[in-house]
Structure formats: C-alpha cells, structure tokens
C-alpha cells in the first residue's frame, strides 16, 4: 500500500518537473526571443543613429576656438609718467567683452564656475553622465523640453554657435560635440573661452567687462568675494545682476553664498576663507538708485576715434561702415599720444564757463571754442578740447576738427611771411610802406587796415607783423604769389582745408578762406616753425594693435622740410615780439619764450591765438557756432592760451628759441623816402631795453613776471553790424571797414 502511494507520488513529481521544465523552457525561449530581439533592435538602432549621426551631425561636430570670431571690445590708452598703459576708454558694439587670457583670471573666479555649474568638470570628458542621465529622466517624466545637464563645456558651445533651440537633436548634438572638443582642447582652454564668453547682465561678455563694471577692478584684481558675486549672475542676469533692483542686488548676495558654501564643499576654500568671504560688502561701482549713463568719452578720444577710422579705410581699402565694425568689434588696442597731465589742464580750463566771456550772441548763444595742443617735435596732440563745459554725448561736433572757421591775421605767418623770407624776398628789416596809394602788380583788389585810413607810413617788415598791417601782408602776398602761398600751405604745411578758390589774394593775405580752417590744422602748421622748419603732421595715435596682438596700424611721425631752419628761427624771432609787445600781448607767459600770432575775422565773428614755446604749440579759436560779433575787451583766445600754457610750463627748464641770422633786403618795395617808424635799427636789435615798445626774441630774457605786459589797444567794433556787410569787397569806399580785421591794426 505504501509502496504504491510512493510509486504514485512519484509519477506525480515526474510529472510535475516535466511540466515546471517545459515552462521554464517556454519562459526561456521567450526571454532570449525578447533579448535577441532588444539586441537587434539595439542593433539595429545603433547602426541607424550612427548613419544619422554620420549623415546629419558629423559636418557640425567640429567647433574649432581658433575659427571662432568673437566681438571684442576695442580699449584706447594712454601711457602715464611711469610708462605705463593706462585704459581710457572702452569702445565696443553690441557686446562688450575684453579678453583675458587665462593666466590672469583669478582662481577663485574659475573655482566659483565650476563649483556652482559643474562640479566635475575636471574628471568628465565634457559630458556629466549622471546628469545628462537625470536629465533625459525628469524630460520624459515630467514631458518638458527643459533638459538641463549642462556641463561647462556645453555652454561654452552653446554660447561659440548660438544654437540654443531646446530639441531633442540639438542636445545629442551638443553631447556628441562636447565629447569631441575635450578631445581637442585642455581644460585652461575650455575655462579660459568660457570665462571670456559668458553673458553677466549690464552689457558685459564676459570676466574682464563685468568687473569693471560691478566693481570698477581689472579682473585679476578681485577678490573671493567678488569673483563668486560675478559668477552668480550667469545663472539668470535679470534676477541676479545687482544693478537692477534692491531685490536683485540682495538676490545676488544670496546665491554668493551658496556658491562661497559650495566652493568650501568642494574644498576649493576652507572654512576661514568662506566665513571671511561671507561676511564681507560687496561694495559695487554704482550705488542702488544710482541710474546708468553711457559713459561720455573725451573729445580726444572721439578726436582718435576719427583718426583711426580714417586710417583703417586708407590702410586697409574699407569703407566707413567696415572700419567701425572693427573698431567697436575687433578688440583693438588702440595706443593713444595724450598726456593726462596736460589734457587734465585743458579739461579745468574748458569744463569752468567763467574762464569765458559771459557774453552771448543777439540769439542767446553761448561763446564757444577750442584748442589743440601738440609736440612739435613730434606731432603727437597732447591735449585739446573741442568745445566749452560738460560734454553731453559721444561723437558729437568737435570744434577742434569738424568746425572750419576763417583765421583772419593768424594765417599770415605760414601763407605770406614765412614763406617770403624763405624765398629770400623779405627780412625783419625790410622796409615797406604802409600808406592806402600802393597798387599791387597781380590784382587790382588792396585792402584796408583794421583802423580805418589808419596807415603809417614807411615801416619794417618786423613792425608790420606786430602790429598785423594787412597792407603789408598784401604787398608780401603781390611779391610772393598767390600760387607760391598756396603751395606753402597746401604741401608743404597740411592745409587740407582750402579749395582752388582760395589761391587769391584776400584769402591768403587776410585769412579770409572759403571753408575757414580747423584749430587742428593751424596748430600743425605753426610747428614748422619751433623745430627748425620741418612740419610735423599732428597725430592723437601712436599705433594700433589687433585682437591677437599684432601691429594694425604704425602712425609714426610724418614731416615734410617746409622751412629753411633760419628762416624757422627768423619767424619765432618776429612772433615772439609780436606776442610780447604787439597785438598778442595777452598772451605774455613770464614762465618761458613764445611767440604766436593772433587772428581776427570780419565784425570779430571769429577770434583766434596760435603760439608756441620751445616746447609746445597751442592754437585756441573762440567764437559762436552761428557766427556773430563778440563784445568785450581783449582777445579771449590769447587769454584762454596764456591760462594753459602757463600751467603747461611749470616746472619745466627755461629753454629759448634758436638765434637766427637776420639779413635779406633792405627794400624792394620801390622808392622809400619816409623814414620808418619806428627805425630798423630799433627793430632788429639784438639787446633791446625790456622796456623798448619791442620786445626782442630769441637769445633775449623775456621780461620779469612781475612786470605786466603791455596792453593792447582794444578793439573797436563794429556798431550794428548786418551779414551783408561782412561781405563788402575792401574796394569799396574809404569809410568801409575792411573785411577781414585784426586787434594789431585797430
């Protein structure tokens, strides 16, 4: 019996097995069927991603740093008393970035970046899997394209193509991009783009912007604190950029602190470093209700704005449009000639109104003017200005270049005089009669003196020029040429301004030019004259280097021998008595020899001093935009120089002007019975009395600064002048003020 019922159960058993074994069997062949099946799909899905990788991504894998263009930030700057390149300005275009090699980022900026947006960043191969993995996780189950994941490498890839579009494919293209890069680049390389690209609010691309801008440093300069502030605002810059609101400002402070906290985490700081770090202000360049301005440049800089603009289209055959594209977008470096110090001057001069004349014009303009200041030695602009009081924008009318305003008398140094004792025609010592009854050979036109049927019969050349006579400069002009004179000016002295109008008698004689003349273009020209008569182009930069450091522009000094040397130091003899004693005696330094010429359009419209030191040359123009008559006594020009170059000098060794060999004719302006006035002897002799009506020049101590100089006679204007009396031809009769006048003849 129990045989059986254990023979039975045994069967069942068997029987059991068999039917458990068939099914493990069934469940077998099921799963290999379904493994066989995902390995084939797998399979089959691999060759298919990689034919569509290797048909759609593979020609948009390569990102390669050195075909990247970036728009960089041009900086202009000037070099200080120690040698050193300070920046002045910053120009850029849309985005403005300074690149800074990685070298000269701080640490503590790179370890903020990574600690806060990829705490692997030096251990993955430009991807973070756990996080590209959590990533594609929380997309399919919460359904939002907002991947995330990120690693630095990413975004800095992100950032070189623009391709920000949130796609499935743009994400495995990102992935298979990232992989492929840190194959190509170290990591210095990656964090280095990557500090230099990132947007950080305010207009800033990049580290070396946005610490100048949040914290007025170079980036190498900050601090722990400020580097991890900076680095908060690349997560969202209109939530954390401090400038925005007090909300943003305390939202920056927060995420700082994490970012200080993470970095402790990652041991990146220690804890005396993060607790010090924590508790320190921020203290930002812009307080919090402080509204921001784009920065106002100078009008030096506007003024090498131009000229480098000028120059990329000369150098390099582009058009305007071309040049400014690089200059606000190439990242050049853009060596400037200011001298702060003297700029500095100009600027304390220029800003304060009540350096001025109060007065305005009968349409309620106020005065205006410029002045520039160069090196004669080397053209380089030193200082100007082209305007009076806070300038109120960029690129705006600079006076000192864009106005062309006639320069009356301070024209007859470079268009009559100097070129005719060149010529050998005249000396300081000839004799020439002022009188009404002369008749020139070339034109039957003859002007008037500033004082009307004011004439003094016979004088010396030297007299002539002190006291401005314009029949004298007519008579120079008959003898010399118009076609001589304008030859001077135009090739020999930088006088781009005239036109083929202007090669007669009345604008070279008197300054009366069709398009007037730029303050620019008067100061070079009368440089000639203190460095022995070679001209000098009148420069504001000295080079100017690309993004990569090499040399764009060279603007070395460019001269022309306009001038025999003693016929450079015969002039600077004549203008320093002229500027001592004749109608430029405002402009008496006391500090230092100069000499200069003043200059005076019709009615008094237009008021102009040009003078030089051994050391500097200065043109200053006073007038109203809207050409009118300026009241008041003196010449505000000759004022306004003597206020700067006095400064200028300070300090600086005594230095005279070369003696030059005085000889020429005597006469050859025809039969001269008068006896001159005053004697030629008196004119050219080589030690005067300090007191003599005229005080001597070269080699001769100028007088003491205590002595006042003298006065000049103040001009007398016009009554009720209209416009169309600025127009009457000098022919008309006796009693019709000549149109160009001068204080020198009143």
């Known amino acids: 019996m129990d045989y059986k019922k254990t023979k039975k159960a045994v069967k069942v058993a068997d029987k059991t097995a068999v039917t458990v074994s068939g099914v493990f069997r069934v469940i077998l062949k099921v799963l290999l069927t379904l493994l066989l099946i995902f390995v084939t799909t797998g399979l089959l899905f691999t060759c298919i991603f990689a034919y569509y990788v290797k048909t759609n991504l593979s020609d948009n894998l390569d990102v390669a740093l050195d075909e990247m263009t970036l728009n960089l930030a041009s900086t202009i700057y000037y070099t200080n008393e120690n040698g050193e390149d300070v920046p002045i300005a910053s120009l850029h275009g849309r985005e403005n970035r300074v690149w800074v090699d990685y070298d000269n980022i701080p640490i503590h900026m790179e370890h903020a970046a990574v600690a806060i947006e990829d705490r692997r960043f030096y251990d993955h191969k430009g991807v973070d899997w756990y996080r590209t993995v959590a990533a594609f996780g929380n997309m399919f189950l919460s359904m939002k394209n907002d991947f995330g994941g990120s690693t ?101 402070k927060e995420r700082q602190e994490t970012i200080l906290y993470e970095m402790y985490d990652q041991g990146y700081i220690n804890y005396e470093e993060y607790t010090e770090a924590v508790a320190k202000d921020l203290v930002f360049k812009r307080a919090e209700d402080e509204q921001y301005s784009e920065p106002i440049n100078s009008y030096y800089v506007d003024t090498v704005i131009a000229d480098v603009k000028r120059d990329l289209m000369k150098e390099k055959g582009i058009n305007a449009e071309t040049a400014e594209k690089l200059i606000y977008n190439g990242g050049l470096q853009i060596y400037s000639c200011m001298d702060i110090n003297a700029q500095n001057i100009v600027d304390n001069i220029y800003k304060d109104r009540s350096n001025f004349p109060a007065s305005k014009s009968p349409t309620g ?122 030859d001077y000016l135009k090739n020999r002295l930088g006088v781009t301004s005239m036109i083929d109008a202007d090669c007669d008698y009345a604008p070279l004689a008197l300054g009366q030019l069709t398009n007037g003349i730029t303050v620019r273009e008067m100061a070079q020209a009368y440089d000639a004259f203190v460095n022995d008569g070679v001209f000098t182009y009148a420069r504001t930069y000295s080079y100017v280097l690309d993004s990569k450091g090499k040399t764009l522009l060279e603007n070395s000094a460019d001269t022309i021998v306009a001038f025999k040397a003693n016929t450079a130091w015969t002039m600077s003899y004549m203008l320093n008595i002229a500027a001592t004693s004749g109608t430029g005696a405002e402009s008496y330094l006391g500090n230092m020899p100069h000499a200069g010429k003043t200059g005076s359009s019709s009615f008094y419209y237009d008021r102009w001093f040009v003078g030089y030191t051994p050391y500097y040359v200065a043109a200053v123009w006073t007038g109203y935009d809207t ?33 030059p060999t005085l000889s020429g004719p005597t006469n050859i302006f025809g039969d001269l019975s008068e006896s001159p006035s005053p004697s030629p002897s008196e004119e050219v002799s080589e030690n005067p009395s300090p ?56």
């Open 627 to 659: 050409p009118a008559s300026i009241s008041g006594s003196g010449n505000p020009s000759a004022q306004i120089w003597k206020k700067i170059m006095y400064q200028m000098h300070e300090g600086l060794p005594y230095k005279d002007f070369k003696k």
């Open 152 to 252: 630095i490498t990413q975004q800095l890839i992100k950032n070189l193509t623009n391709e920000d579009d949130i796609t499935v494919q743009r994400k495995i293209l990102e992935i298979f991009r990232a992989l492929k890069f840190e194959r190509m680049y170290e990591k210095d390389d990656i964090m280095e783009w990557y500090l230099n690209v990132i947007y950080l609010g305010e207009s800033c691309n990049g580290v070396a912007t946005a610490a100048r801008t949040y914290f007025d440093k170079e980036v190498w300069d900050l601090d722990l604190a400020e580097c991890a502030s900076i680095i908060s605002i690349t997560n969202n810059p209109s939530k954390y950029d401090p400038y925005i609101s007090p909300e943003n400002r305390a939202r920056n």
């Open 365 to 486: 303009q106020p005065i205006q003017s410029a002045i520039v200041l160069l090196d004669p030695y080397t053209g380089e602009i030193k200082a100007l200005s082209g305007g009076i009081g806070e300038k109120d924008g960029n690129l705006i009318f600079n006076r000192a270049i864009d106005a062309k305003r006639p320069p009356g008398s301070s024209i007859k140094p470079i268009a009559t005089y100097g070129p005719a004792i060149d010529q050998g025609l005249i000396s300081p010592s000839t004799l020439v009669n002022d009188s009404q009854h002369i008749t020139l050979k070339g034109t039957s036109w003859y002007p008037k003196n500033a004082s009307v049927n004011s004439y003094e019969g016979v004088v010396t050349i030297q007299r002539a020029l002190t006291r401005s006579l314009n029949t004298v400069s007519a008579q120079i002009l008959d003898k010399l040429t118009p076609q001589m004179s304008y």
């Open 691 to 746: 007191n003599n009506s005229e005080i001597p020049s070269s080699g001769t101590d100028i007088p003491n600064p205590s002595t006042p100089p003298p006065t000049p006679p103040s001009p007398s204007l016009p009554v009720n002048p209209t416009p169309s009396a600025a127009t009457q031809s000098v022919e008309s009769s006796p009693n019709t003020q000549v149109n160009i006048t001068d204080e020198g003849a009143a």
